[in-house]
Every structure is written in C-alpha cells, then in structure tokens.
C-alpha cells in the first residue's frame, strides 16, 4: 500500500507541474482554432456551439441585475450595537496588521496593511447522519511592507482549498465522532491552524504563487504551496485551475487540483463546471473527485441563485467509482447588512458506498465579514 501511494503521489506531482503548461497549449491551440475559423466557415470548434446552445435556451427568471437590496456598510456602522461591533473588529483586525507591518520597515501611507476575517457557522441536515453544526473561522493579515507580500493566515485552513467561487457548501474534514451534533475536538482543532504567507514571487513564474509555512490542528507543522492561474478563452470563456501541495509532519502529503471553465457572456447568467480531484496520505482512498456543472445567475448584488448536476467518486484499489450523483440547487445572498451572508443548498443524490438510494440533504451557512 505504501508503494502504491507512493506512486500516486508521484503521479500527482507530475500533473501538477505539467498543468500549466498543457492548458496553455489549450488556450493556444483553441486561439488557433477560432482564428482558423474565421478565414473559413466550415471549420468551427466546441466554443463556437455552446454558447449559440446555451443563448438559445428560453428562461423565465428575472435578468441579470446588480441592483443592492441592502444598505451599503458605510451608511450603517453606528446604526445598531451590532454594527458598532462589527466596525470595532474591522479597525482593530486593520490595526493589528498595520502594528505588526511596521516590524519589517517602514509602512507605506498608500498601500497600508489590512486583515479580513471569515466567521461561518455551517449547518447540515439529512435523515442518514441528522443534524450537524460545524463553527469555522478563516483570517487573514496583509503585511506588504516587506517586498515578498508577507500575510498572517489562520483559522480553518480548509477553505483555502477551495475555488474561491465554490458553488456548494463544503467540509473536507470528517467529525471524529459521526453521532454527535456537535464535535466540539473537530471544531477546535480544524480552527488551530496559524502560519506565515509569501506572495507575489518571481514575475518569471507562469502562475501566481503562494507559499506557507505554519501549524495545524496545534501539532501539525506544515509547508503549504498553492499555484493558480487564470486563461481568458475565445467566446467569452475562462479557464481557472489551482494545484495544491501540502505535507505536514502529522498529515503528510497532501495534493489537490481545482479546475474550472466557465461561459460568462455579459449581463447574462454564467454557465461552469468545476472539478476536483484530491489524494491524501491520511484518507480512505487513493484518490477521490466531485464534479458541479450548473448555471449561476445574479438577480441583485451579491446574489448567486445555481442549479445543476454534481457527480462524484473515488479511485481505490484499481477501482474507479462513481459513488454519488444527483441535482443540486443553492441560494446565496446578503441579509440586513452587506457583511452578513446567508446561503442555502439542497441535493438530491445517491451514495453507493452506503448503499443509500437518492435522498434529499440540506446545508445552510451563516457568514460574517469582518
């Protein structure tokens, strides 16, 4: 077993380096392409039909707005005592980096330190494993004195792993103890990690990159790298991947790869498919992926109302399985103020694993920014 892991590991390695450049040979060759298309009508690519499919489709939802349903956060932060507090947390997170940048050297007027946080509370509910709720926090303070952008990152370091625009709830790591609510051990470690982060290294990189080196769950020392890059595509798609590597002295290695293309013409719902893939020292399997494919529209600002299908599965002793699918549906939007967030998601899909037929599960997030 070792062996093989071994060998995954190694496997996974070599996609993430060849990564990059493959999709680049993409993006070239489908440049090509168009621009071959363009001298000659009969020779048309996969980006030339989907969005005529896509455009062609009727709907009856509202359209695209960015009108705001709630009070902007400047006209509100001495409005009630929640608000107050809200304000004082943001100064004093902005204050406590601006106090540590001037460690390294002479702070900048305009470009000043700032912190951002992330409190959530997610909850989940299915007839299966009941209810859960799992608090998380995620911080984060800029340094930018120094010349490599230097940032102090804690909290749930698990988020990081995700696409930015993940479109579902998500909690990578399992309770230690599936009969209860509240794992109160899981919280408290998943919320103990802390390390240093160095951005923006050398312009010669084809990719941004970010580096870690810190603690999780209190005794985990770990170095962390996260690669990500972004293609503008012909007829208004992208193309966004993200590989990470981590190898902590407790988890040991750990790789995961984020893929995602998206349609996203102008004043129009977007279309995406994202796609994961995730091997790990510490889990049950060698390798396990979960795949969303949906559409996404706006209908006020910071508003995201998708639906779609998500299928999902794993690699284990030569054995390749699809072990979940089904559609999905998630609603998230600003509530009362604009640092306050609500989203709801609702699937209905199998486990083949469990031998548990299509069944309907819920999660709702409450989040606050800080």
Same mark, same amino acid.
């Given at each position: 077993?070792?062996?093989?892991?071994?060998?995954?590991?190694?496997?996974?390695?070599?996609?993430?380096?060849?990564?990059?450049?493959?999709?680049?040979?993409?993006?070239?060759?489908?440049?090509?392409?168009?621009?071959?298309?363009?001298?000659?009508?009969?020779?048309?690519?996969?980006?030339?039909?989907?969005?005529?499919?896509?455009?062609?489709?009727?709907?009856?939802?509202?359209?695209?707005?960015?009108?705001?349903?709630?009070?902007?956060?400047?006209?509100?932060?001495?409005?009630?005592?929640? $608000?107050?507090?809200?304000?004082?947390?943001?100064?004093?997170?902005?204050?406590?980096?601006? %106090?540590?940048?001037?460690?390294?050297?002479?702070?900048?007027?305009?470009?000043?330190?700032?912190?951002?946080?992330?409190?959530?509370?997610?909850?989940?509910? $299915?007839?299966?494993?009941?209810?859960?709720?799992?608090?998380?926090?995620?911080?984060?303070?800029?340094?930018?004195?120094?010349?490599?952008?230097?940032?102090?990152?804690?909290?749930?370091?698990?988020?990081?792993?995700?696409?930015?625009?993940?479109?579902?709830? %998500?909690?990578?790591?399992?309770?230690?103890?599936?009969?209860?609510?509240?794992?109160?051990?899981?919280?408290?470690?998943?919320?103990?990690?802390?390390?240093?982060?160095?951005?923006?290294?050398?312009?010669?990189?084809?990719?941004?990159?970010?580096?870690?080196?810190?603690?999780?769950?209190?005794?985990?020392?770990?170095?962390?790298?996260?690669?990500?890059?972004?293609?503008?595509?012909?007829?208004?798609?992208?193309?966004?991947?993200?590989?990470?590597?981590?190898?902590?002295?407790?988890?040991?290695?750990?790789?995961?790869?984020?893929?995602?293309?998206?349609?996203?013409?102008?004043?129009?719902?977007?279309?995406?498919?994202?796609?994961?893939?995730?091997?790990?020292?510490?889990?049950?399997?060698?390798?396990?992926?979960?795949?969303?494919?949906?559409?996404?529209?706006?209908?006020?600002?910071?508003?995201?109302?998708?639906?779609?299908?998500?299928?999902?599965?794993?690699?284990?002793?030569?054995?390749?399985?699809?072990?979940?699918?089904?559609?999905?549906?998630?609603?998230?939007?600003?509530?009362?103020?604009?640092?306050?967030?609500?989203?709801?998601?609702?699937?209905?899909?199998?486990? %083949?694993?469990?031998?548990?037929?299509?069944?309907?599960?819920?999660?709702?997030?409450?989040?606050?920014?800080?």
């Amino acid at each position: 077993m070792k062996n093989k892991s071994y060998t995954l590991s190694i496997l996974a390695s070599t996609i993430c380096l060849g990564l990059f450049p493959l999709v680049s040979f993409a993006q070239s060759s489908t440049t090509e392409a168009t621009q071959d298309a363009s001298k000659s009508s009969t020779v048309q690519t996969i980006l030339d039909y989907v969005p005529e499919l896509i455009d062609a489709t009727p709907t009856v939802l509202p359209p695209e707005s960015n009108a705001p349903i709630v009070p902007r956060q400047q006209d509100t932060q001495d409005r009630t005592w929640a $608000d107050q507090k809200q304000s004082h947390v943001s100064m004093w997170l902005d204050r406590t980096a601006n %106090h540590m940048d001037q460690w390294f050297g002479e702070p900048d007027p305009d470009h000043p330190a700032d912190a951002t946080l992330r409190v959530i509370i997610d909850q989940s509910y $299915d007839k299966h494993d009941q209810y859960e709720v799992k608090p998380r926090v995620r911080g984060k303070l800029k340094l930018p004195t120094l010349q490599r952008k230097l940032s102090l990152v804690f909290g749930d370091d698990s988020l990081d792993n995700e696409l930015e625009s993940n479109v579902a709830i %998500h909690n990578e790591n399992p309770a230690f103890q599936a009969d209860k609510s509240f794992d109160r051990r899981r919280v408290r470690e998943d919320n103990a990690s802390i390390a240093l982060r160095w951005s923006e290294f050398s312009k010669r990189l084809p990719f941004d990159l970010d580096a870690d080196l810190g603690l999780r769950s209190g005794d985990d020392l770990y170095v962390r790298l996260k690669a990500k890059r972004d293609w503008q595509m012909a007829n208004d798609f992208n193309f966004h991947a993200e590989q990470i590597y981590r190898y902590g002295s407790k988890s040991e290695n750990y790789l995961r790869s984020n893929l995602e293309l998206s349609y996203t013409p102008p004043q129009q719902a977007l279309v995406s498919n994202q796609l994961s893939f995730t091997y790990a020292d510490k889990q049950d399997d060698d390798l396990n992926w979960d795949n969303h494919l949906f559409r996404q529209h706006q209908f006020f600002d910071n508003n995201r109302f998708s639906y779609g299908m998500y299928t999902g599965g794993f690699y284990n002793n030569n054995d390749l399985r699809l072990n979940s699918w089904g559609p999905f549906v998630s609603w998230r939007q600003p509530i009362w103020r604009e640092w306050i967030f609500l989203q709801g998601d609702l699937r209905y899909a199998n486990e %083949h694993r469990e031998h548990r037929s299509h069944y309907l599960s819920s999660a709702l997030r409450l989040e606050a920014l800080f």
